[in-house]
């Protein structure tokens, strides 16, 4: 199983892309403004995208992608999310007033676009490939996902904040290889960090204690303009774990 990174920054600006994954060539895991680096034959292969939450750096390129290819396709992209994600999709993005609503276009018979409710701890299995929802705790209901191949599993929190709920759920994992994990803030924002429900490097420390398996640790969703500061104080604070900055284009084999 293969998942390449198109995209892991809290921003954009020169080659930084917002938060997005390709497992495969035929899943996302959120689609950020990465999904835009793709090719159009590219794009036209995406079946399915697994949406942690609703913020725009999360889901920013799925009404491109659907303008873009739904015309090329024989079938829907089906968007798997939770509820709640789904139904702030509906109402704040494919509305008809931000964006057309392809799960109406061409009709409603025949849509580009298609929802698909998952549930905490319900794995979804596709050709092999098993995707589970796991808590997340954020200012909007969200979710993050364990991938896992069989032979090991890669956990991706989301955006997230304390989360007691995330740890019991990963110290069960018997296979987890990777763990990728946001640290959106640096320390002398951790207020902010509270009150965004985001994580700075002293509260990943915190979070990290409760990890009881050994795994490669990478940082993501860092701040444009605080991404040296912060990648210091992660190893400042969290060291002895040896997290690492995730990178864009970068691939996990597992």
């Known amino acids: 199983m293969k998942l390449k990174i198109l995209g892991c920054s809290g921003g954009i600006g020169g080659n930084l892309r917002t938060t ?7 899943i996302l895991v959120d689609a950020g403004t990465g999904v835009g680096d793709l090719l159009v034959a ?5 079946d399915h995208i697994f949406v942690t939450h609703s ?15 739904g015309w090329m396709r024989g079938k829907p992209i089906v968007v ?38 998952i549930e905490l701890g319900k794995t979804v299995e596709l050709n092999g490939r098993k995707i589970t929802p796991l808590p997340a705790n954020h200012t909007v209901p ?26 019991r759920e990963v110290n069960g994992i018997d296979n987890l290889r990777y763990l990728i994990i946001e640290t959106a803030f640096c320390n ?23 990890l009881e398996r050994p795994a490669e640790i990478y940082i993501t969703h860092l701040k444009p303009g605080e991404i040296e500061l912060t ?19 970068q691939v996990f084999e597992f």
Request: proline residues 5%.
């Open 142 to 167: 969200a979710v993050g996902y364990r991938i896992d191949s069989g032979r090991a599993s890669l956990v991706f929190s989301g955006d997230t904040t304390t989360n007691d709920a995330l740890w």
């Open 188 to 210: 002398r924002e951790k207020d902010l960090a509270v009150a965004s429900k985001h994580l700075c490097p002293s509260m990943l420390a915190a979070e990290l204690s409760k």
């Open 231 to 249: 990648m210091r104080e992660v190893e400042d604070c969290a060291g002895k774990w040896r997290p690492r900055m995730l990178q864009g284009s």
């Open 55 to 69: 913020h725009m750096d999360h889901v920013a390129s799925i009404p491109f992608l659907v303008d873009t290819v």
């Open 20 to 26: 997005s994954m390709l497992l495969g060539h035929d």
């Open 42 to 46: 590219e794009l036209a292969l995406i």
């Open 80 to 117: 798997h999310a939770i509820a709640e994600t789904i139904a702030i999709l509906k109402e704040h993005l494919f509305n008809w007033k931000l964006w057309p609503d392809f799960a109406q276009i061409p009709d409603a018979a025949n849509p580009m676009l298609r929802y698909e409710t």
